[in-house]
Structure formats: C-alpha cells, structure tokens
C-alpha cells in the first residue's frame, strides 16, 4: 500500500514539472471547488424535496409550482457549474499529460536508456504504450479519482451532519426482554452498511489489479506484432510470410483473449455484489427510515427528506465501492509506469565496464575485451591507437565481433572490460543499415541535425556528391538499400566529423560506387579519422594501416 503511495507521490510530481505547471495547482484548486459546488446542489435538493412533497402533500398548488421554478434554477446553476469545471478538469488533464509525457521520454532517452532496456534482464515490454497510454491513463484517472475523493470528504461531513439532525430519532428493539434505544440509528446503520460493503468489496475485487496490468500488456504485445510487421512489408511479401504473421497475430490475440476471459469473469463476481448494491443504495435508506416513519417520528416529507439525506451518506462514504474496478486499473498503470521510469533512469545511469581515460588528441583502446551477453569473449585489443587524420581498416570473420566493437567505441556496450580513451571531438557511426528519420532524403541528410543549421544549398549539393541529386525532395520511404548507404553518406560530408566509423557502410553498393563515395571522402574530409570495418579491400580511402581482427590479439598489439 505505502509503495502504490509512493509511485503515485514520484508520478506526480512528474506531472508538475513543466514550467508554469506549479501554478496549475491553482487550476486544480479552483476544478476541486467547482466540484464541490456539487455538495451544495445536492444539499439544496435535499431541501428542495422536504419543501415539495410537503407542498403536494398539503395538496398546496402555488406552493409547489413555485418549488418547480426554485428546482429549475437549482439545475441550471448546476449544469453551468458541472460543465465549466468539466472543461478546467480536461485542460488540466491535458497539460499534466504532457509533462508526465516529457518526463517519460526524457527518461527514456536519455543515457540511452532506451537501448539498454531493450536488451537483458531489464529489458521492459512496450516502451512506446506506456508513454503513449499509460500517461493518458494516469493523468486521467489521477484527476478524475482524486476531485471525486475530495468532494465526497467534503460532501461526507455535511451530509452526516444533516442525517444527524434530520434522525435525530432512536431506534428501540426488544433484546432478549430487554428494551435498547440506538440514538441517530440511522447514521451508524449508514457506516455499518458501507464498511461491511467496502470490506466485501475488496474481497472480491482483489484479483483485479493484476489482471488489468496483464491485460494491458498482452494488448500492447498483439499492437506491437503489427506494428513491427508494418516496417517489413517488403521483406514479408517477399517471403511469402503472411500466413507465419497471421499465426502470430491470432496467437497474441488468443492471450488478449485469455486474459480478457478470466478479467471478466472475476469483474463478474465483483458485480454480482457491487452491481445490486448501487442500485438498492437509493431504495434501501427509505426501507432503514420507515421504523421512525411509522413511530410517527417523522412525516412523509422528512420521510423522503431523510431517504435522500441517507443515500446521500451512503453513496458517498461508497466510494470505494463505485470506483474499486478504476482504482485497480490506475494502481495498475501508475506501478507500470513508475516501473519503467524508474528503470530507465538507473538503465541511463548504469556505468560502462570500459574505464574512460582523460581527454586526449588521439583514441586508445587498451586491454579491450569486447563480450557478448551471454558472457562469450569476442574481440581483444590490446593496444590500440587512432591518430586524427588517419585511416584504418579492420576486418575480421562474420560474427566475430566488429559491429559489438563500434558500440563499446560509442560508450553504450555493457558486456566487456578494458580502456577506452575517445578523443575529444565529433564521433560519427555508419552502420550497415542507417537510420533514415520519416521525412524527405534532404531531411535524412541533416538528421540528427535540421536542414536549415546547413542550408538548403548545403545539404542539396551534398546529396548531389553522393549520387542523389534528383531524390532531395522525395520520401525516404522506398529508398534502395544502396540510396539508404548514400544518404548515410551525404549526412556523413555535412556533418564533418572529426572521427568517422564505417561499418560494413558500402554493403548495399556496387564496387565503383564504394569507391567513388570512399575516395570522396578522404578527399573532403582529409583531416578525420576514419575507422574502417569491412570485409572488401577499402582502397579508395587509403587506408595507412590494416588490423585483421581475426588473427590473435598479440598481433593487434604489434600491429598498433
Ligand atoms: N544484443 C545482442 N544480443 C545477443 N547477442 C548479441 C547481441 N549483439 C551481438 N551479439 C552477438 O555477438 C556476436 C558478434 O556480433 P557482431 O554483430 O558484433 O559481429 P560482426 O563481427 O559485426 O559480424 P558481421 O561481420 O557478420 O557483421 C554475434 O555472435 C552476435 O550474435
């Protein structure tokens, strides 16, 4: 209990961190106050119905038409009063949804923490729904659960006080010969009757919890399967794959289906309490008000009085009982996505297993042993160096290591031991398969960059460098794999960097392209470094010296 305490306290907060967002409090306050105004409206009607019942039952025909004109005021005010606090709750919702949505990113991208969950035993399932969703969800039932918890505290007070006046009455019962006389019966029958039911309640409902978390999870699994298919369509058309990704998607949606089984059935149980008692909360105060009614304590207008004044209590004090369903789905999302915020910012600050040495002019890498997860030794450096300007060829056996190498090389591989001492400067990786961003090629080009830091000329020309001149405007969707390369390409001659890594970055191209684009860019670039990972001779960048990576690390050594 104290923990979902704590997870909402770290939610919270998060959603007030934007600027401004502090001072959003007050808009809380004056949502809260609004609602309350929905206390007073139920007291007056409360008040309205003594008065008319009274009216008819003194067969008082002006009386009661003037309640009637009092009653369509009492609504109208109400509605203005409902609506207006409806909208401040919705423009509320919507900026505390952003700023948990930020911090949540933010969590999630920084220290790339994004890639370290992806991988291992932290890995977390659906990153990207418990941004989009779980933040929605959080912020919404948090207002929503949190303004109507605070009207009912206020709500309770002023409606027991009225009870208490309105049954002032005892309750006498013979027990046992004996005569007992209950003062104010009706308030204590009020909290007998709701803590018995919230007790029964939570009896039932307890499974909920974790059935809403998985049913959540399984959802977003079955999205995730389509949403991965739709990045390969080539790829499955072209093997023919349909069928395999139906299977797949029918078997996600069997345990969608499961769990959405067993869900309904235990909110099944839960009903066949909750559901009868909210509707016999508006009939069952008439029935516990009638001992007084027919001792004649009471008249039928402060009979109904009463009834109103009764469920009122009880509707209140039920609150538990009404939203139990809700509050297990929201304890449920904010475990969700506390976990995962919480994990992502020890994931960012998890440290490398390779020691970094101080700033220096050239790169190091001194003792290097490069792992793979599961523990498996895969490349050992012993001594290394990468001088600015130089160009160097590794190459080694598929599977040896090279691609892992470039990850430790830009500080996010976890698995290995060893120095590695990165110049200061630009870093730039091209892997095999570059990332294009969804946008025009220009747009690619610049990435992680904007067109405008460069210039339209710039980033056009650089296109043109690299073969893609009548591309510029078009979408990166459908590129070749080949035009993907160039486009890493053109990127790589805005950005200049001071230290370049090719790996496997002229697969896809034909050996005159290759050797265009790599002479191209020692000619532009003549002050980068450049590493080179490749299987093919890369000639047309001359390369000063060639590490074989498949031969033992000591010839590394004499190598360096
Ligand atoms: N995230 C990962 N999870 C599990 N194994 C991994 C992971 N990353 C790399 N490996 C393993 O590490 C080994 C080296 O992979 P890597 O991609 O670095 O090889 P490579 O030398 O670049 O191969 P190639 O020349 O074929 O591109 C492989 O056995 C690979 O399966």
């Known amino acids: ?96 949804r952003r700023s948990l949505t ?17 991988h291992g035993e932290n890995a977390i399932d659906n990153p990207d729904q418990r941004i989009a969703e779980d933040c929605r969800l959080f912020v919404s039932g948090l207002l929503g659960e949190a303004i109507d918890l605070i009207q009912r505290v206020v709500g309770l007070f002023s409606y027991i006080a009225l009870l208490w006046t309105l049954a002032a009455f005892p309750l006498s019962i013979s027990l046992f010969g004996l005569s007992v006389n209950i003062p104010h019966y009706m308030v204590w029958a009020a909290f007998l009757y709701v803590a018995l039911s919230s007790g029964i309640t939570h009896l039932l409902g307890r499974p909920l919890k974790s059935l809403f978390a998985e049913q959540q999870r399984r959802e977003a699994s079955f999205r995730y399967a389509m949403a991965r298919w739709r990045t390969a369509f080539d790829e499955v058309a072209l093997t023919n794959g349909e069928d395999a990704e139906k299977r797949l998607f029918r078997n996600r949606f069997d345990l969608v289906a499961s769990n959405w089984r067993r869900l309904i059935g235990r909110e099944l149980i839960l009903g066949t309490f909750t ?118 060829w590794l190459r080694g056996d598929s599977g040896l290591g090279k691609t892992t190498l470039t990850k430790a090389l830009a500080g996010f591989w976890p698995h290995g031991e060893g120095e590695i001492a990165r110049a200061a400067g630009n870093w730039m990786f091209l892997p095999q398969k570059p990332w294009l961003s969804s946008g025009t090629v220009m747009e690619a080009a610049a990435y992680p960059l904007t067109i405008d830091i460069f210039g339209t000329q710039a980033v056009q020309q650089a296109l043109c460098d690299v073969g893609l001149g009548t591309k510029t405007d078009a979408s990166t969707e459908g590129l070749s794999g080949g035009e993907i390369q160039r486009v890493a390409f053109a990127r790589l001659l805005l950005h200049r960097p001071q230290w370049a890594v090719l790996d496997e970055a002229t697969s896809a191209l034909d050996l005159a392209s290759e050797r265009y684009l790599l002479s191209l860019l020692r000619q532009r670039m003549p002050d980068t470094a450049f590493l080179v990972i490749a299987h093919r001779d890369p000639a047309a960048i001359a390369p000063q010296r060639t590490i074989d990576l498949g031969a033992p690390a000591v010839a590394i050594a004499a190598l360096a």
């Not at 001072?23 to 306050?29: G, H, Y």
């Not at 930020?102 to 992806?118: Q, V």
């Not at 101080?358 to 050992?380: E, M, T």
Request: hydrophobic share 50%.
């Open 1 to 96: 209990m104290l923990n979902v305490f704590r997870q909402f306290r770290r939610l919270m907060a998060l959603c007030l961190t934007a600027p401004g967002n502090k001072a959003s409090l007050l808009l809380f306050a004056v949502v809260v106050a609004l609602n309350l105004g929905s206390v007073y409206a139920t007291l007056r009607l409360v008040q309205w119905t003594g008065e008319f019942y009274s009216a008819v039952e003194k067969v008082n025909a002006a009386e009661a038409l003037r309640q009637i004109g009092i009653f369509g005021i009492i609504v109208g005010l109400n509605s203005t009063r409902h609506l207006l606090g409806e909208y401040l709750r919705k423009t509320l919702e919507i900026r505390w």
């Open 102 to 118: 930020d911090a949540a990113i933010d969590a999630w991208t920084r220290g790339k923490a994004y890639w370290h969950l992806a």
């Open 275 to 392: 559901y009868p008692f909210q509707h016999s909360v508006l009939r069952i105060p008439l029935f516990v008000a009638l001992p007084g009614y027919f001792a004649g304590h009471v008249a039928f207008g402060g009979l109904m009085q009463l009834a109103t004044a009764f469920s009122s209590v009880v509707t209140t004090l039920s609150w538990f009982i009404f939203s139990y369903r809700d509050l297990a789905d929201l304890v449920a999302t904010s475990a969700r996505l506390d976990t995962f915020i919480q994990k992502a910012k020890a994931a960012a600050e998890s440290p490398s297993p390779f020691t970094q040495a101080a700033a220096r002019s050239d790169a190091r890498l001194r003792n290097v042993q490069v792992k793979a997860p599961d523990g498996r030794n895969l490349i050992a450096i012993d001594d290394l160096t990468i001088r600015p300007g130089e160009t160097i």
